[in-house]
């Protein structure tokens, strides 16, 4: 006998104790995948113990990735104003808005936001925001409502004439800034904690070297005459900001072109401690009637933005450049509107009016207004971040603490045990041997989905899935249960979720856990339905062997049938539902996809390691005694 032949024959007599090593790495593999944390706990403690002798690797712990309702942050409700938008493009825009919001807040580093559109009874649009993690309601509202709306508007037959008015706006906002200001110079007088009083007001607190009156002349000014340790009389307005500022240091310096006209020999040198206040341009706007219409052409059409230079005059612009479509839109805007103005709009302020000498074909445009050049560099930022298609306003807002998110998820691990318990007890006291063999299967099956829940690397999580696919197609190889072109497919598109859910993790928020919850129960009973069609199958007569395999492959069928309908259910939940329906459809998915295989493929090897002849004579383990 060759030596091939010898090997297939010892992989045959021990083909089930080699599944049954692979659950085994299969199950450890999901535990340090899933409490990574605690297997983490044990290496410390093993190398510890044996003082670095034995050090085991440590396993990836990546955290699960909680929603909003579980970790506290905050929920913005958005009006969409789609009035001036046709019925039919509605919730393209809208769509539009949504995948702007989610890239400007993604680039500012919050994890995992959800931005979800609703349409309201009334035919209302909603643009709602989750921001996890946001518990300061004004920075969500901030860094949600710093994305510009840039809007293109042509004269209407009864257009006014463009007028120039006051900032009013801009004014009462640096009226409160000067407040601010005046009321944190008092602060200090009465306490000199210098950090405490730039929390309290929100501002910008920093140590400056090297002001002089050539590059912070009014700074210099107010400095020149205090002595060390000392605080402004009153705030400094340089401009763009108040400032409060405390002399540090002063010091005589060289001047390196002393010996120019007009330049003093020396330079003063100032060090200080700084409270910034930021403020609005104060700048006229225009105003231009109400008589202007909106063209078709709007910021989602926008392709990307850049700061270049007036060759002129050498001042600040913002040159824009159109997507294919609106780079045509624009070509007929400016052809229609020859020798007429076309106004250019951001955030409801006409910030340019030129006039159209000729029809541009290019899709290139200019905004020219009174801004500096960090506010033209600012300005091209967030158009490049998205410009919105669609104006929209804020009408409601909700902070969640993060201790209403532990309390929630404490309830839920509770209920998880209870459900688990009360399942386990069942199948134990009914069905004995099979049901203690299930509830093995049960926890791996656990420790499954909280592996699949998180986020593994991917070499780790194509691992993970390779062994279950391993031991799934080996067991229904066995059975001869992969019943035609139909199971194949199911077996696929499931395996494809599965794969493309393992590469990333599942944002869990509490629609999640009772997915995941009640898929616990449902996990078992493809078990029950197996242990029943087993019992039959001994009443008949048949060989504990053959009852054990009849009854798993006889109950697939309906096993089957019974969790295509609820996948089929998770995926409408998945394609149509919002983000709580969206999430509890997911882990309703995963969990009774991952429940095919442990109460099907795990029980099945778990209770093939026990010899037929001696569970013969023991068949009160299985719930079923020998008919006389």
Same mark, same amino acid.
């Given at each position: ?63 699960? @990735? ?20 046709? /019925? ?53 509202? $901030? ?10 508007? /042509? ?8 007028? @120039? ?26 306490? !000199? ?334 078990? @029950? ?65 991952? !429940?095919?295989?442990?109460?099907? @493929? ?8 026990? $010899? ?17």
């Amino acid at each position: 006998m060759s030596q091939t032949q010898k090997f297939s024959n010892f992989m045959k007599r021990h083909h089930q104790r080699w599944l049954f090593l692979l659950v085994v790495v299969f199950a450890f593999l999901g535990f340090i995948l899933a409490a990574g944390n605690y297997y983490n706990r044990g290496v410390q403690a093993l190398a510890n113990a044996t003082n670095n002798i034995i050090v085991l690797p440590k396993a990836p712990d990546s955290p699960f @990735v909680l929603g909003l309702d579980l970790q506290g942050g905050t929920q913005l409700v958005y009006e969409a104003d789609v009035a001036h938008i046709a /019925e039919g493009d509605r919730l393209n825009s809208l769509e539009g808005v949504r995948d702007i919001i989610e890239r400007r807040v993604n680039s500012a580093g919050v994890s995992e936001p959800i931005v979800q559109i609703n349409r309201t009874l009334q035919g209302d649009y909603r643009v709602i925001v989750e921001l996890a993690g946001i518990k300061d309601v004004n920075e969500a509202i $901030k860094l949600i409502g710093e994305t510009p709306l840039l809007e293109f508007k /042509e004269q209407s037959t009864e257009a006014q004439a463009a007028t @120039v008015e006051p900032n009013a706006e801009a004014v009462a906002f640096n009226k409160q800034v000067e407040i601010k200001a005046q009321a944190a110079l008092n602060d200090w007088k009465s306490s !000199s904690d210098w950090q405490a009083i730039a929390d309290k007001y929100q501002a910008k607190n920093e140590i400056k070297n090297d002001i002089t009156a050539d590059n912070e002349p009014a700074l210099a000014a107010a400095l020149q005459n205090l002595a060390p340790n000392t605080i402004v009389a009153s705030p400094i307005n340089e401009g763009q900001s108040l400032i409060i500022a405390k002399l540090i240091d002063k010091k005589e310096i060289d001047n390196p072109f002393k010996d120019e006209s007009g330049q003093e020999p020396v330079i003063t040198s100032y060090s200080a401690q700084l409270l910034s206040f930021p403020l609005q341009d104060e700048s006229p706007v225009l105003s231009l009637g109400d008589n202007w219409k909106n063209t078709e052409l709007s910021g989602r059409n926008l392709k990307r933005a850049t700061l270049q230079f007036n060759p002129q005059d050498n001042s600040p612009e913002v040159a824009l450049e159109f997507d294919s479509e609106g780079g045509k839109m624009f070509a007929d805007i400016t052809e229609r509107n020859i020798g007429k103005p076309v106004a250019i709009f951001l955030d409801g302020y006409a910030i340019s009016v030129p006039t159209v000498n000729d029809r541009i074909p290019d899709g290139r445009a200019v905004i020219s207004g009174h801004f500096n050049v960090q506010e033209a560099k600012l300005l091209v930022q967030r158009l490049n971040t998205g410009a919105l298609p669609v104006p929209i306003n804020l009408i409601g807002q909700q902070t969640i603490g993060a201790s209403l998110g532990q309390k929630s998820i404490s309830n839920s691990v509770k209920a998880g045990l209870i459900g688990f318990t009360l399942v386990a007890l069942f199948m134990i006291i009914f069905y004995r041997l099979p049901g203690l063999m299930s509830v093995i299967s049960l926890g791996i099956y656990v420790l499954t989905v909280l592996t699949i829940f998180k986020s593994t690397p991917i070499w780790l999580a194509l691992l993970f899935i390779l062994l279950l696919v391993l031991l799934f197609i080996s067991v229904f190889n066995h059975l001869k249960i992969f019943d035609g072109v139909f199971s194949a497919l199911l077996f696929l598109v499931i395996l494809a979720f599965l794969v493309f859910y393992a590469n990333q993790p599942v944002t869990l928020t509490l629609a999640g856990i009772t997915g995941f919850i009640l898929s616990i129960g449902m996990a078992v009973d493809a078990n @029950v339905l197996i242990f029943e069609r087993m019992k039959e199958e001994l009443r008949s007569g048949k060989p504990l062997a053959a009852a054990l395999d009849d009854g798993f492959k006889r109950a697939w069928p309906s096993i089957r049938d019974g969790n295509i309908t609820t996948i089929l259910t998770c995926f409408i939940l998945m394609g149509f539902g919002t983000g709580l329906v969206k999430g509890f459809g997911a882990t309703l998915f995963i969990g009774v996809s991952i !429940s095919m295989f442990s109460s099907i @493929v795990i029980t099945y090897i778990l209770l093939k390691m026990f $010899k037929s002849s001696w569970l013969d004579k023991h068949r009160w383990l299985l719930g079923f005694t020998r008919t006389k």
